[in-house]
């Protein structure tokens, strides 16, 4: 009888030393009482520009959303414009990120030795015309040769009876850049019915306007088939022909900053480099992983296996 009373007062006493104490290790963090989230999270915090390449856009844009859902405080405004003016943006200090499909390098007047390069990922590039033109693949020298108006209709080319109407990009446009130098092997394109700032802009045209061709990023093309894109030297436009170094139009996704980014930059870019981005929503839009290319490829152009 004696042992049972005993027992009794020492569960009491435990019971009694559980409720008044500071709680054991099982038990749940402590959260903020508002929001019932973790206190540790939404570290991220602050406003940031990017500006940039066009073909990078909505890769960024993307991006951007998921980083800015997951950090509640964090404000990131994405811009395109072209690689030209994202390097010179972010250059001068008037941005924090400046994207580029082609190394700082490559473009005049960009102090390249202030620029920290951050690379995203690969795109692929090519020829792309309106559905009907009645071409699917083109030769190097014919697409020479049209980019540079000796051939102006698609019937000389075994195509449809259509003139051909050449959509540019501007002198600031990586995509340009990139398309000259291994499509056009550096041929400059004559000036062209239409010029235009934004790969959206070029796609929408290219889609409206029989005859028409222009070039884009794989990442444009959609699964309707609004533009055609068109395969070159019997070298079809994808992911696994770029990796394989097949097919030779195809750009580094560069993000600059100036100097080594602090802040809500280095956090942003961290995040783009990370496991979500490259595993996830780099393949899901259309772009290429950096880790799984097969060739390396330095600013002047030249390639080499990995």
Not at 166 to 185: A, H, Q
Request: a negative charge; glycine letters at 10%.
């Amino acid at each position: 009888m004696k042992k049972v009373q005993l027992g009794a007062v020492f569960a009491s006493f435990l019971f009694v030393a559980t409720a008044c104490g500071g709680g054991n290790a099982n038990e749940p963090a402590e959260t903020d009482s508002a929001e019932g989230n973790n206190t540790e999270e939404n570290e991220a915090s602050g406003s940031i520009l990017v500006s940039g390449s066009s073909a990078m856009e909505p890769l960024i844009a993307a991006a951007s959303e998921e980083f800015m859902n997951e950090n509640i405080d964090a404000s990131i405004s994405v811009q395109a414009g072209g690689s030209g003016q994202g390097l010179s943006s972010v250059a001068s200090g008037q941005v924090q990120i400046g994207n580029s499909d082609v190394f700082a390098e490559e473009k005049e007047d960009i102090p390249a030795e202030e620029l920290v390069d951050h690379r995203i990922a690969v795109v692929g590039m090519g020829p792309a015309t309106h559905p009907e033109v009645g071409v699917e693949d083109i030769s190097t020298e014919d697409l020479i040769a049209v980019f540079t108006g000796e051939v102006t209709n698609w019937s000389e080319l075994g195509g449809a009876d259509q003139e051909i109407v050449i959509v540019n990009r501007p002198d600031s446009s990586g995509t340009r850049d990139t398309f000259v130098k291994y499509g056009l092997e550096d041929n400059e394109p004559v000036p062209g019915d239409i010029t235009e700032d934004s790969s959206n802009a070029v796609m929408k045209i290219i889609s409206e306007t029989p005859g028409a061709i222009g070039y884009l990023a794989f990442s444009y093309y959609d699964e309707q088939g609004t533009v055609l894109p068109l395969s070159v030297d019997g070298v079809e436009q994808t992911d696994e022909n770029v990796i394989s170094g097949e097919y030779p139009i195809w750009a580094y996704m560069h993000s600059y900053t100036k100097g080594e980014p602090e802040g809500l930059t280095a956090q942003f870019i961290e995040y783009l480099q990370g496991d979500f981005v490259q595993g996830t929503l780099i393949p899901e839009m259309g772009y290429i992983p950096e880790a799984d290319m097969q060739v390396e490829r330095d600013a002047e152009g030249n390639d080499t296996p990995k």
